[in-house]
């Protein structure tokens, strides 16, 4: 079993050169196996099933921590990694800094140990991750069985059937149909999906471009307000659907047959 040490809570630093704000729930997790993580954390700590929410280009933008205060109203505990290590852009030149830099290898194993740490805490885990941030999240949803659900919105997947096989739970897919090679990829997504036998959905929006989601993309220019809250209806469906969530009280119930 993985041991956990907390290295330290970043709510005291002044991290404005990197434009982000103090937050105690921006803490730093250090495994036995050497993984050091970041981490944004919210929703209820008694919450039976927990989403590890993997960013975009941009790092730990409003975007993202908008869709953690979403699912953590939801009913369920949000760890949403900082996978930039506290450094996070606004503009596509910056972003495409921070990614250059970005380890993909390191990458996928933090966000198999910010899952290892909602499983350690007896909880189902689910993945949803954007654009940049799906490669690494589906190739760890690939290797983890503890990753029971996973959601990809306008990212990078998997479309060979004997790999897709190694999933241990469905598949959300989420794009735009103006979303170049992405739109092209999810019918092979889905095609391929249906040759390995595993569940998966995907919602093709018309009209939309890359990352229609995230104000901070194309300046905005290609921000959809409207097709952003349909995907997260979409997500939240997918969910609840994964993992019985109680309609009475909003939380999540463990599944008695895991």
Same mark, same amino acid.
């Given at each position: 079993m993985k041991r956990w040490f907390l290295l330290a809570s970043l709510g005291g630093m002044s991290l404005l050169s990197v434009g982000i704000l103090a937050d105690p729930r921006l803490e730093r997790f250090h495994t036995d196996e050497g993984v050091d993580i970041s981490l944004y954390m919210d929703g209820p700590k008694t919450a039976t099933t927990g989403v590890v929410l993997v960013h975009d280009w941009f790092g730990i933008s409003p975007f993202i921590l908008e869709s953690a205060a979403r699912l %953590?109203?939801?009913g369920y505990r949000v760890v949403a990694i900082d996978?930039?290590?506290g450094k996070r852009a606004t503009t596509h030149e910056d972003a495409g800094a921070l990614l250059k830099k970005l380890d993909q290898a390191v990458a996928e194993k933090q966000i198999e140990a910010a899952a290892d740490l909602l499983a350690k805490e007896g909880k189902r885990v689910a993945?949803?991750?954007f654009s940049a941030g799906a490669k690494p999240a589906f190739a760890a949803a690939l290797r983890d069985s503890s990753i029971r659900a996973t959601v990809v919105w306008y990212g990078e997947t998997n479309n060979d059937p004997d790999t897709?096989? %190694?999933?241990s739970g469905p598949a959300l897919l989420v794009v735009g149909s103006k979303d170049g090679p992405a739109a092209d990829r999810a019918a092979a997504f889905s095609k391929a999906a249906d040759a390995a036998g595993v569940k998966a959905e995907v919602h093709i929006y018309p009209g939309e471009e890359h990352a229609f989601a995230q104000p901070l993309f194309n300046a905005g220019r290609t921000y959809d307000a409207a097709a952003r809250e349909s995907a997260w209806r979409v997500t939240e469906d997918f969910l609840s659907r994964s993992f019985k969530p109680s309609s009475a009280t909003?939380?999540?119930?463990?599944?008695?047959?895991p």
């Open positions: %953590s109203r939801d996978l930039y290590g993945i949803v991750a897709l096989r %190694s999933l909003g939380t999540m119930q463990r599944d008695p047959h």
